[in-house]
């Protein structure tokens, strides 16, 4: 008997920003749409995330950041994922980034960026149509 | 890698990929566990359990420092409320635990309780498991936040501290029933607030009040879990505790005991599996002609149980 498929999502705030309240909208929407989502609080280093990443077997990392430090922590968090041979976590963004770092990001392998203003179940559509597990 | 290598390696992919695996009853997870079983019975567990809010996590977040201090390794297995209308959760034990999260002698899982009444998710037994196979001196299970009868937890730990908050109600709480019987110490966490030393006096009248024997009363530790206060003494108790029932001989009872709780409940839950998916027909059957009173549910009964001696 095989159980439900339930997908897992982390939450997770890179860097040094205090901000975290758009981080827990995303989790409570996406735990309402029946996901287990790990939130793991404010300045997590991306060896932080990934570790958490790895340890809660996660189908998907959602970042959120408002820092503008995106350019130098999203390519990490990829960088440190490829080094533990992660591939089949399905990474995304989201938060004050301007739209012209976003082809840089997916270069990098963030598979989406939602800025302000996407609607919630936008989100959760790409999750349920892009988990790679 | 192969779960079962991996998880004696120590690999940590290989552990939280398994525990998926349980989470989702899948078969390879079995295969895994039976192999992993011979390996199991070296750590020690410990359940914290109490009202949401208490500052479990927090506790075990210290408490997990001192061990590791002390060169111990520590499982974590953090388990959260499913919404029992959306199968959703938000799992946010880890917050409270982010100094822990890159100490490699540490391993962490916040588990959603997917549908049990307990405290603890299904999952968890067989999560316990995993990480005594992996070599984890101690595993901690945080319960989910617990009013006054969700003590599944006695099922899978070798002790449980039960921590409570000043401020949640008059004595007549400590008199109830439920998880002020299972605590093997209590932690008055928060107790730099007022109203500790009163809580701490009722648990005290609640102890001696009691008819139960006690090997070792549960002492009451004060504690502040974000300064660190009473940490400590709370994890010196711990490790007393469990030097003195593993000495009396009392830890391999327990553990006795355990293992035939579980072992009686994987054979009811199998042989009923068994029954309605063989025996389903004749089932309805009899169903339909107790509803009619044609017959009277105990000879049904008894019918039914001829059927299966004979059919074997």
Not at chain 1, 5 to 18: E, F, M, N, S
Not at chain 1, 62 to 77: C, M, T
Not at chain 2, 166 to 195: H, T, Y
């Amino acid at each position: 008997m095989q159980g439900e498929r339930t997908i897992r999502v982390l939450i997770a705030k890179p860097g040094l920003d205090g901000h975290d309240r758009g981080a827990k909208v995303i989790a409570r929407a996406l735990r309402d749409a029946g996901m287990e989502v790990i939130y793991t609080g404010l300045r997590q280093t991306p060896e932080q995330i990934v570790e958490a990443a790895i340890q809660e077997d996660v189908d998907v990392i959602g970042l959120s950041i408002l820092s503008g430090a995106h350019n130098v922590l999203f390519p990490r968090i990829m960088e440190l994922l490829r080094e533990r041979g992660i591939d089949d976590i399905l990474v995304i963004g989201g938060g004050v980034i301007p739209h012209e770092d976003i082809p840089f990001l997916k270069e990098c392998g963030i598979a989406e960026i939602f800025t302000p203003g996407t609607p919630i179940s936008q989100i959760i559509d790409f999750i349920k149509n892009n988990v790679k597990k | 890698m192969e779960l079962v290598e991996g998880i004696l390696k120590k690999d940590k992919k290989t552990a939280a990929r398994l525990i998926t695996l349980i989470e989702r009853e899948d078969p390879k997870a079995i295969d895994a566990l039976k192999k992993l079983y011979k390996h199991t019975g070296n750590s020690y567990i410990i359940g914290i359990t109490g009202p949401p809010g208490a500052g479990k996590s927090s506790l075990v977040n210290e408490l997990a420092k001192k061990m590791r201090a002390k060169g111990k390794t520590v499982g974590i297995i953090a388990v959260d409320p499913t919404s029992p209308f959306t199968g959703g959760a938000l799992l946010g034990d880890r917050i409270r635990m982010q100094d822990l999260t890159l100490d490699p002698g540490i391993f962490i899982r916040s588990m959603a309780s997917r549908g049990s009444l307990g405290g603890i998710a299904k999952a968890a037994y067989d999560a316990v498991n995993v990480l005594d196979a992996f070599g984890m001196d101690y595993i901690i299970i945080e319960t989910v936040g617990v009013g006054q009868t969700e003590i599944d937890i006695v099922k899978v730990a070798d002790m449980v501290v039960v921590v409570l908050v000043p401020g949640l109600g008059d004595d007549v709480q400590a008199i109830k029933a439920g998880i002020m019987e299972i605590a093997d110490i209590f932690a008055v966490n928060k107790s730099d607030r007022e109203g500790a030393d009163k809580l701490v006096t009722e648990i005290e009248m609640m102890l001696d009040l009691s008819q139960k024997e006690f090997d070792l009363k549960p002492p009451i530790i004060k504690t502040v879990a974000t300064t660190g206060i009473g940490i400590d003494e709370l994890e010196a108790k711990i490790s007393e505790h469990l030097s003195y029932i593993q000495n009396k001989g009392l830890l391999e009872q327990k553990r006795k005991e355990k293992t035939r709780e579980k072992f009686m409940e994987l054979i009811k839950f199998h042989i009923s599996k068994m029954i309605f998916q063989e025996k389903g027909d004749i089932i309805e059957t009899l169903l339909k002609d107790i509803s009619n009173k044609v017959i009277d549910p105990y000879t049904a009964m008894e019918k039914l149980l001829q059927s299966i001696i004979k059919g074997e």
